[in-house]
């Protein structure tokens, strides 16, 4: 199993230019998270999705949209990207939200640079 | 709400012991602790439930006081693996629909 992988792992892009990254796992889980840490703080969630075909935002949605057609696919899109998106970003994953087995497994991150 | 962590950064030897703290202004269901090592991505250590259910491992282990909304994470005989920035991630119901990490308390082990 990969688990959960991102891609691209490097972006560099321009102000105003825009771009999606995609997220996937083999875990068959129902929740999905996108998450920017900023250098020297933590994780910031950005939106989630809670099964196939539903999303919702998180604590910093501004500027970011997503998708979830499939249930194994989370996609992250910046429509018009801002020097204040420069970040990584990682995706997780969990089986439920639900206490019970609700463990996070993340992805290796996208480190974006938006000049 | 962000819960807060302390200390911020702490520095051992290795063997010696080190406790971190993470705690909440909200009536807590769970708490999480993630360790991510530099320029990697998180890792999950343990989750402890409201009600005192536990899962850990190894020589690092956690309590849970639901009542001052408090959590600490123990790390026993630290060894060099054990550095990293740790973080704690709360809930405040079982809907999973509302998890908030901490900033984080980086802990460096020195031979």
């Known amino acids: 199993n990969a688990g959960v992988t991102q891609t691209p792992k490097f972006r560099v892009l321009k102000t105003g230019q825009s771009m999606t990254l995609l997220c996937a796992q083999d875990?068959?889980?129902?929740?999905m998270y996108w998450y920017r840490q900023d250098p020297g703080m933590g994780l910031r969630l950005i939106h989630y999705s809670v099964g196939e075909g539903t999303t919702a935002k998180g604590e910093v949605p501004d500027g970011y949209n997503v998708s979830r057609l499939k249930k194994q696919n989370f996609l992250l899109g910046l429509e018009s990207a801002a020097p204040s998106q420069t970040s990584v970003y990682f995706c997780a994953s969990s089986y439920s939200g639900g206490s019970n087995s609700n463990e996070q497994f993340f992805g290796p991150g996208t480190r974006l640079t938006v000049l | 709400q962000q819960p807060v962590q302390s200390p911020q950064a702490v520095i051992l030897r290795e063997g010696e012991d080190a406790v971190i703290n993470c705690s909440s202004s909200k009536a807590l269901y769970s708490v999480h602790w993630y360790r991510q090592k530099h320029g990697e991505a998180p890792v999950f250590l343990m989750i402890l439930l409201k009600g005192g259910e536990q899962k850990g491992h190894d020589k690092i282990s956690a309590s849970f006081n639901e009542k001052k909304q408090q959590s600490s994470l123990y790390l026993t005989a630290s060894q060099l693996s054990y550095s990293g920035t740790y973080f704690c991630?709360?809930?405040?119901?079982?809907?999973?629909?509302?998890?908030?990490f901490g900033p984080g308390t980086r802990l460096s082990v020195l031979p």
């Open positions: 991630g709360t809930e405040t119901s079982n809907y999973g629909q509302n998890f908030v």
């Open positions: 875990m068959n889980h129902e929740y």
